[in-house]
């Protein structure tokens, strides 16, 4: 009996030991960890410099007022307290000095599992075209049924062609050159587009020169765009992820981003782009050389269904029509005659909103984007204009390519008529002086517009005389000259009407293509529509004011207008117009259900008869 009782004692005694040895190798293990749990609490930003997170903190931004007033940036008090969160993928780019002042905390770290669809991102390296059918089931491109789909298959990672000129400098001196805050707003785009985005620019930008990614995250209704990318992108260093609770646009956007940006110069990009190798370098380096310059790369052509990357002409620079409208053109003879390297920087009117650079402060001292234009569009005029007329420069630099999706699928983030129309009249108001009555004869819904709201202009008008800006008479003269200032002679200008059909003859086409028909269509009152009867004879038509009437086996169709004796016309008193090499008269003739413009035997047909319609007197004093 006693030898029993000891075994028992000595079971009971190694059931001790089993028990009680993980509770102690827990106390020695709390010991260990407890300084740095409590650094942790201390200052949560230090600690992140030593620690990297496996996935992100939400956090508010609490709006410093006098640092923003200080950066000269327009003040964000607008915004709720919960509507601004930001993400930190690396907290060792904090712009706030590890101030918590700045933030508040919203939650802790929270780990979730990555979408299986998200995993498998990124198989195929090749443009291809595919059906919805071959994406998962959670795939957003399937669920969305956009055209895009190919997106989904395409590496995330994939290598780009290098186009550049063989002249183009390979190396440069980053040592020289400041850093930069890359700056991308986003509503509702596809994950896998903006993942390249931003994998592009991590892989091609020299760490010692990238201070920062910056997504802005403009209310996107997309759930892959919520906790998806928010642990995607805690898996990236040096990205920041702000979102907004409100729509902003991408002026909107841009300006936050700005805002929270730190380094030297800023890069405001689409969320649909792809950077090859040595991209940025030459957009720092003529910056670097003179800080009042603001430049941007050539924008190549991502094909929208098979992801192609395809190489679009360097030679060409942006410009606008009497409507604002954006386009390209070719270099005018005064800068191809020049005995100049296709690698020379082109001067640019106008720059594209997609990819431009521009110094920090430059930007901040100039007025940043006008707060007070909504969503997008007009913002690369506006602020073109203003660099121009202010002591600026606008550069396109061919050494320097960025892909560009020009994505049709985006009609939810399109701002509509009506917001495009407030921002032409405000930019019109504040910029064009008295050639706002050749835009407003031009745009009769614009000028109604601009008499029914208050275009309160009187911000804008302040920074103009503050930077001592020069008038739009000398952007004409300097810096667009090719431009062609219309002469709109009353009973000569406007909606040239056929008095037989009550149609209008309608310019159809994309920059007024050469070649390209004059049709008849219902009188609207816009640019395309306008036409002028100069003094040199011309018919000129288009919001550009550059194509003119010619004849091409008797249809009338656009041409560059070059004065010569085929585009001279005689618009008589009695409403007929005479084409004065072949004799013979302008008329209306239905073909194939299209209503077109004819040269037939002079006849006093109905269709023979027209007049121009002025819809627009005077504009605003």
Request: proline share 4%; hydrophobic share 35%.
């Amino acid at each position: 009996m006693p030898r029993r009782k000891r075994c028992r004692l000595m079971v009971c005694r190694l059931r001790c030991v089993v028990l009680t040895a993980p509770l102690a190798l827990f106390v020695m293990l709390v010991t260990l960890l407890d300084p740095l749990s409590t650094k942790y609490e201390e200052n949560k930003h230090e600690f992140y410099e030593h620690v990297s997170p496996r996935f992100v903190d939400l956090e508010e931004i609490l709006q410093d007022e006098v640092q923003m007033d200080k950066d000269g940036l327009s003040s964000w008090s607008s915004f709720r307290e919960d509507q601004l969160l930001v993400v930190h993928s690396d907290g060792k780019l904090s712009t706030h000095d590890g101030k918590r002042g700045n933030y508040k905390m919203l939650k802790t770290t929270v780990q979730k599992k990555v979408d299986s669809w998200v995993l498998t991102l990124g198989k195929t390296t090749s443009p291809m075209h595919v059906t919805v059918n071959e994406l998962g089931a959670e795939s957003p491109a399937r669920m969305l049924r956009v055209r895009e789909v190919p997106n989904e298959l395409l590496s995330l990672r994939r290598k780009l062609p290098d186009l550049r000129h063989t002249l183009c400098p390979v190396n440069h001196d980053i040592s020289k050159l400041p850093t930069t805050s890359i700056i991308i707003c986003f509503h509702n785009e596809a994950l896998s587009t903006l993942l390249r985005t931003v994998y592009s620019i991590l892989e091609t930008v020299p760490k010692s020169l990238l201070q920062e990614v910056i997504l802005v995250d403009d209310l996107s209704q997309q759930a892959y765009l919520k906790t998806t990318l928010s642990e995607y992108i805690s898996r990236l260093e040096r990205v920041k992820l702000i979102r907004s609770n409100k729509r902003v646009g991408v002026i909107g956007g841009r300006l936050l981003g700005a805002a929270r940006a730190s380094g030297d110069v800023l890069v405001f990009m689409d969320s649909h782009c792809e950077c090859p190798r040595g991209w940025l370098e030459p957009l720092l380096t003529q910056i670097a050389d003179d800080r009042h310059r603001v430049v941007a790369p050539v924008l190549d052509v991502i094909d929208l269904k098979s992801f192609q990357y395809l190489q679009m002409i360097d030679q060409q620079r942006g410009v606008i029509d009497w409507n604002l409208d954006f386009h390209w053109e070719p270099l005018p003879v005064s800068q191809t005659e020049k005995e100049r390297s296709p690698i020379s920087p082109i001067r640019s009117p106008i720059l594209p909103g997609g990819v431009l650079a521009i110094d920090r402060h430059y930007f901040q001292n100039i007025g940043a984007y006008d707060p007070d234009l909504s969503i997008w569009g007009l913002e690369n005029v506006e602020l073109s204009i203003r660099v121009w007329l202010c002591g600026g420069s606008l550069e396109i630099l061919p050494c320097s390519r960025v892909g560009h999706l020009n994505n049709e699928n985006v009609s939810d983030a399109l701002p509509d008529e009506r917001t495009l129309l407030k921002n032409k009249v405000r930019v019109v108001e504040t910029w064009l002086d008295s050639f706002k009555e050749i835009f407003y004869r031009r745009d009769t819904a614009a000028y109604l517009a601009s008499k029914a709201e208050d275009t309160n202009s009187t911000e804008r008008l302040n920074l103009r005389r503050r930077l001592e800006c020069k008038n739009f008479d000398w952007f004409l003269k300097n810096v667009y000259p090719e431009l062609y200032i219309p002469q709109d002679r009353p009973g000569y200008s406007g909606q040239l009407l056929n008095v037989g059909t009550g149609y209008c003859a309608d310019v159809k086409t994309t920059w007024d293509a050469i070649g390209s028909p004059v049709q008849l269509s219902t009188c609207t009152g816009n640019g395309r529509q306008h036409c002028e009867y100069n003094n040199m004879k011309e018919i000129r038509c288009g919001s550009s004011g550059q194509k003119c009437f010619d004849v091409k086996e008797e249809k009338v169709i656009l041409t560059n207008c070059t004065s010569e004796e085929k585009t001279q016309w005689d618009v008589q008193k009695d409403g007929h117009i005479f084409h004065i090499v072949s004799e013979k008269c302008l008329e209306v003739e239905d073909s194939r259900g299209v209503k077109g413009l004819f040269l037939h035997q002079c006849s006093q047909a109905a269709s023979q008869q027209w007049r121009f319609e002025q819809l627009v007197f005077t504009t605003k004093g």
